[in-house]
């Protein structure tokens, strides 16, 4: 045993299990903290319900960056939901990008594969032209996307067989998705126009 | 017999062990053959287009390196479990029974994932095809048997212990292993929220390989040094200790770098970045810690091809999981590179750098005993350069695609998110910008050289010390 404390192995083994427990405890405080905050119907991550009304992401002065903002009634496919409803079809649509494995090609919210764009605020991409088209691009989009690619980088979406109903409920998932409050991620996005 | 393949060389922990590197090398070279097809797909979009497509080959890819690794881990545990403890593995034959149940729930988890592909949105295929998030894609089923025989191998390892002599070195790796037993759990449950989602996966997968995974090698390490140079165990374990500190001191909150942009409050943006960018700083002292005894035992080591797999581990997890790491953890530079090939860059070279080399180590420690204890310091034959060229090729292979995924990282960066704004369009200008294309094209090259690495490395490890007529050398 050295008198040095630095290089002291009673020292060092005291120190690794009082900062260990320590930082576990401060990640299980925050953990309670941060759940009620993400839960869904919070500031932070809307209703399902929230796919009944229109979702715009909008450039915040005091935040500095973009932020999802909730507007006037745009019900999805033209049918109004109620709370159930609206879980029950976000859900379905969650379920089938999991059961498809989107996931190992696309993003969500940042996190997954590289070989095709990211989701989080696909609902609201210029690509599927104007408030007006963009419900009957996206189904088709995700009912044949061999025929209806759109990029010049040889890469396609493969045929996943999906149906109107099953589309639906993705794009259902992807609406409330894109309004989650990502903190500005991704920045510098260019909604669709939602006026036209 | 010195210089031949005979399980009487091993005890019974040992015995399990070469199973478990056995079924490891193969999942590697799946690794690598399905990264290989998957690179490809950037450069030929066409390539099995329909068959097997990009999601599929790469979801094999990451899942080989995930299962390979800590197959390679409970292998090491099962090496040095007997030898730490001083006494025979306690209930050896469900360690052999949880053995043949991985290896067959792998076996099928992967047959699904080739032939089945994916389901419909149902409860069925999230617990028998395949449950969509990535790194834990493996379906509820298999789950549930991982749990299983990772509490038997909990058991085998904790009881052989309490039979024999506690040590640091095993009394780190059981909490460990409470821990990285425990963590799996949180991601074995669906909700429809996905930042609830996000926020427990990234659980399993940063407390994994940013916290749990870097413990359990920091304990493989400290044996390492004590077989292979005869350091002091005193010494290092007293520097487990300090590791111990220092990357569950960081890389606990650390996790909240991945908490930048899923939904969660705005102050693990400050969270997250301090304590992540500490987590570079336990890396350091392992490389001062491995480069110094190497030094202090004038580089005399028992095992040379181990000892340089060590050293690469000290190197590569300080430049992949530090350095690599580091670049792109403060959340003012994250907002542009999350989601784009910059993680790519960093992943290659942090598991590539952190665990695949000092599994690989573990290996050559094991085919030297399994081989009855030969020489394998200097004046091997051939001079060893099979070893040598394995080690340079694949260490070179992975180096040379980080930084081909790096250059199209910071393409995509300042293109896709920065410039345009990460749209659909943003996303394929990116894609399609010669920065890019290059960057795919090299890192196909160092991928054909990472492969050349493998193959290499299987030759050697099933020949190197065949006929060998010398004692290893003591330390």
Redesign the interface.
């Known amino acids: 045993m050295t008198s040095k404390w630095w290089a002291n192995e009673n020292f060092w083994r005291k120190s690794a299990v009082w900062v260990t427990a320590s930082m576990t405890l401060v990640l299980i405080l925050l953990t309670f903290d941060t759940i009620p905050k993400i839960s869904v119907g919070s500031e932070r991550v809307p209703a399902y319900s929230v796919i009944n009304q229109r979702i715009d992401y909008v450039f915040n002065k005091e935040r500095n960056f973009q932020v999802p903002v909730i507007g006037q009634a745009q019900p999805l496919f033209g049918n109004t939901l109620n709370e159930e409803e609206a879980e029950a079809l976000v859900t379905w649509g969650k379920k089938i990008t999991q059961g498809r494995n989107c996931m190992n090609c696309h993003t969500l919210l940042g996190n997954g594969a590289y070989y095709a764009p990211d989701l989080t605020k696909a609902w609201l991409d210029p690509a599927w032209g104007d408030s007006s088209t963009r419900e009957s691009m996206m189904v088709n989009f995700l009912m044949d996307p061999v025929s209806n690619y759109m990029n010049d980088s040889g890469r396609k979406m493969p045929n996943m067989n999906i149906s109107e109903q099953e589309a639906q409920a993705i794009i259902a998932f992807l609406k409330w998705m894109s309004s989650i409050d990502t903190n500005g991620f991704p920045y510098n996005f260019k909604p669709i126009d939602q006026e036209g | 017999m010195l210089g031949v393949l005979d399980n009487n060389n091993l005890n019974g922990g040992q015995k399990l062990a070469v199973k478990y590197f056995s079924v490891a090398v193969i999942l590697f070279v799946a690794q690598i053959l399905f990264g290989l097809i998957a690179g490809m ?2 450069i030929m ?2 390539l099995f ?2 068959v097997l ?4 080959t ?2 094999v890819h990451i899942n080989a390196m995930v299962v390979w690794l800590l197959m390679g881990f409970m292998g090491s545990i099962y090496w040095l479990l007997e030898d730490e403890a001083g006494v025979e593995t306690v209930g050896l034959k469900l360690g052999n029974l949880a053995f043949w149940l991985l290896t067959s729930a792998v076996t099928v988890v992967v047959l699904v994932y080739l032939f089945i ?7 069925f ?2 617990w028998f ?6 790194y834990i ?1 493996a379906p509820r089923w298999a789950d549930i048997g991982i749990v299983v025989c990772m509490l038997i191998f909990f058991y085998n390892a904790a009881a052989t212990f309490m039979k024999g002599r506690w040590s ?1 070195i095993s009394g ?1 790796l059981i909490l460990d292993l409470v821990a990285l037993a425990g963590i799996y759990l949180a991601g074995m449950f ?1 909700t ?5 989602d ?2 427990w ?1 990234w659980w399993v997968i940063h407390l994994w390989v940013e916290a749990t995974w870097e413990v359990l090698v920091g304990c493989i390490m400290a044996w390492g040094l004590i077989k292979l140079l005869g350091a002091r165990r ?1 010494i290092v ?2 520097w487990l ?2 590791e ?2 220092l990357m ?2 960081s890389g ?2 650390g ?1 909240g770098h ?9 102050y ?2 400050s ?1 997250g970045g301090f304590f992540s960018a500490l987590e570079p700083v336990p890396l350091v002292a392992m490389v001062v810690h491995s480069v110094y005894d190497s030094g202090a035992h004038k580089f005399k080591a028992a095992n040379h091809p181990a000892m340089a797999w060590l050293i690469a581990h000290t190197f590569g997890n300080f430049f992949g999981a530090g350095v690599w790491g580091f670049m792109h953890t403060l959340p003012q530079i994250n ?2 590179t ?4 910059w ?2 860059s960093h992943g290659h070279l942090a598991f590539f750098g952190a665990y695949a080399t000092i599994v690989i180590a573990v290996f050559y420690i094991a085919v030297q005993q399994w081989r009855g204890g030969v020489w394998m310091s200097g004046g091997l034959a051939g001079n060893g350069w099979k070893w040598k060229w394995a080690l340079g090729l694949l260490n070179g292979g992975v180096l040379g695609m980080t930084m081909a995924l790096l250059i199209a990282g910071y393409e ?1 960066s300042f293109i896709e ?3 345009e ?5 943003g ?2 200008v990116a ?2 910008h010669p920065w890019f294309i290059q960057g795919m094209n090299w890192r196909m090259v160092f991928g054909v050289v990472t492969a050349m690495g493998i193959v290499l490395l299987v030759w050697d490890l099933l020949t190197i010390g065949k006929g060998e007529n010398r004692a290893k050398q003591e330390v």
């Open positions: 797909q950037f979009p066409d287009f329909n497509d990009f999601n599929v790469r979801m592909q994916v389901g419909p949105g149902d409860d295929t999230r095809v395949n449950e969509g998030r990535e894609e640091g780190v669906y429809t929220n996905i930042s609830v996000q926020f996966w005193q374990t007293t200790y300090i111990v500190a569950f001191g606990i909150l996790l991945h908490y930048f942009w899923i939904g969660t409050p705005e693990w943006l969270i907002l542009y999350h989601g784009t090939q993680t790519a995509q998110r920065a410039i704004g990460s749209t659909w369009q996303y394929f894609q399609v």
